[in-house]
């Protein structure tokens, strides 16, 4: 089981960056998938997540409104569609999957990140 986070890059503030979460060998659409990320030197925090059925997303509240997470089932991914960056979302960004939940201990895969820098 292997997840591929990919988009990351360098944006301006202000910015937007979409941020995709695919899958191989295995049905994205049989889990819920999380968002984390982590700064250098800070903890790793949750971002957002989007639950199996899509019945419910989640969202931290330091992204709420800027943020908005999907699925597009026919190409087994998951977005994070990032707007109005702040370079306080700088972060190496990871996908996560299993559940719905903001405690990173409720995921049994990850991805192996990638690197958003919003800077001018």
């Known amino acids: 089981v292997q997840l591929q986070a990919s988009g990351g890059g360098l944006v301006q503030p202000g910015g937007s960056l979409r941020l995709s979460c695919a899958a191989s060998?295995?049905?994205?659409?049989?889990?819920?998938i999380g968002w984390f990320r982590q700064a250098p030197g800070k903890e790793r925090e949750w971002v957002s997540c989007?639950?199996?059925?899509?019945?419910?997303?989640g969202y931290a509240a330091s992204v709420k409104g800027r943020f908005t997470i999907s699925r597009d089932s026919a190409k087994n991914t998951v977005y994070l569609q990032m707007n109005s960056l702040k370079p306080e979302d700088s972060a190496v960004y990871y996908c996560?999957?299993?559940?719905?939940?903001?405690?990173?201990?409720?995921?049994?895969?990850w991805g192996q990140g990638t690197l958003v820098t919003v800077s001018s």
């Open positions: 996560a999957a299993n559940t719905c939940s903001s405690h990173a201990e409720m995921y049994n895969y």
């Open positions: 060998e295995f049905a994205l659409d049989f889990y819920g």
């Open positions: 989007i639950s199996r059925s899509e019945d419910s997303a």
